[in-house]
């Protein structure tokens, strides 16, 4: 069994929705560190909107090729935060750029009730869970293509 190596990132308890991380860690999932990098940032300036694919009801459409969208600025900014540890992790285990999101979950956390409220509201957290790994380097293979000589059976009729 060859052990690949990776490097992790847990972000526990943040105070951001459950909902917005899904999308989030859908959206990211897949894509190079530099390249969610450059897509959080925009997210939090505005420019370019999250696909809301799951959590889409009574929601509006985007221009472009996404149907539904939002902006979610604290969540992007928890998820970048995580992302530069993510790089910063990779790095000190010996990891080589460009590096590849392997894996970007979000699960629920405890909600604990806000101190002092009279009406008993409870806070939102999210736990995310980032590992990273080296691109693979793919070698393009030449395939030898042997043609077969296909022999056509001629029938003599018989009569």
């Known amino acids: 069994m060859v052990e690949e190596k990776i490097a992790t990132v847990y972000g526990r308890a943040l105070p ?8 989030i860690c859908n959206f990211l999932r897949g894509k190079t560190t530099e390249e969610s990098k450059k897509l ?3 997210v939090i300036e505005g420019r370019v909107a999250v696909p809301f694919k799951r959590f889409n009801k009574d929601m509006g459409h985007r221009k472009g090729k ?13 998820v970048l935060n995580l992302v530069n540890s993510a790089e910063a992790n990779a790095k000190n285990v010996g990891l080589t750029t460009p590096l590849v999101i392997e894996e970007m ?16 509201i ?7 869970k980032i590992v990273v790994k080296e691109r693979k380097k793919v070698s393009v293979k030449k395939e030898v293509v042997t043609k077969k000589k ?9 009569k």
């Open 16 to 23: 951001i929705s459950t909902k917005q991380s899904v999308e």
């Open 40 to 42: 959080l940032s925009s």
């Open 66 to 78: 996404i149907a539904s969208g939002r902006f979610p600025k604290k969540a992007s900014e928890h």
């Open 105 to 120: 979950i979000a699960n629920k956390g405890s909600r604990n009730w806000h101190y002092g409220r009279i009406r008993r």
């Open 122 to 128: 409870k806070t939102k957290r999210t736990h995310i």
């Open 150 to 158: 296909v022999e056509k059976k001629t029938e003599v009729k018989k």
